[in-house]
């Protein structure tokens, strides 16, 4: 009966003060905002004296693995795998693209470099090319991944 009594008179005092504050709101957007925001703190009142330790609300700050060896083991892992994933499919982009241009090769190898931001730049192309398409192949791969790249020739 006690817990009763408790629930009315914080249901009662909390539905006065939101009252007033609903009053007291300049436009009927902001009357909006109040009424969904004294409708759960009125809520969360009401429930508050059914809780046997009261309503306790923690929030702790998320682990640090910046220093967890299983967790700097996964990281580079992923970074593998994201690498060779990246480098495979250049790998096939490039082929693809060779054979377009009537371009025959094989052992088609491709180097990236991840920077700090993690963006992954060709550094270095080689492949087995005859001689009278290494021309022809280097223009079609500076074409596709910029003049920047170093194209070799086994």
């Not at 909390?14 to 609903?22: P, R």
């Not at 060779?84 to 990236?112: K, M, P, W």
């Not at 993690?118 to 074409?143: G, H, P, W, Y």
């Amino acid at each position: 009966m006690e817990m009763l009594k408790k629930v009315t008179l914080i249901g009662c005092l909390l539905g006065i003060a939101f009252s007033m504050v609903e009053l007291a709101a300049p436009s009927e957007k902001m009357k909006k905002q109040i009424k969904i925001v004294t409708s759960v703190v009125l809520l969360i009142s009401v429930m508050t004296p059914f809780l046997k330790d009261g309503l306790v609300i923690s929030v702790s700050a998320p682990p640090d693995f910046s220093t967890d060896r299983n967790a700097i083991q996964m990281e580079e892992q992923v970074q593998q795998a994201y690498s060779s994933e990246i480098n495979n499919s250049l790998e096939r982009r490039a082929q693809a693209a060779l054979q377009e241009n009537g371009i025959t090769v094989d052992n088609l190898c491709i180097v990236t470099e991840t920077d700090e931001y993690n963006f992954l730049k060709v550094k270095e192309i080689t492949m087995s090319v005859d001689r009278n398409s290494q021309a022809a192949a280097k223009e079609v791969l500076m074409a596709l991944f910029g003049n920047d790249i170093q194209v070799g020739f086994e």
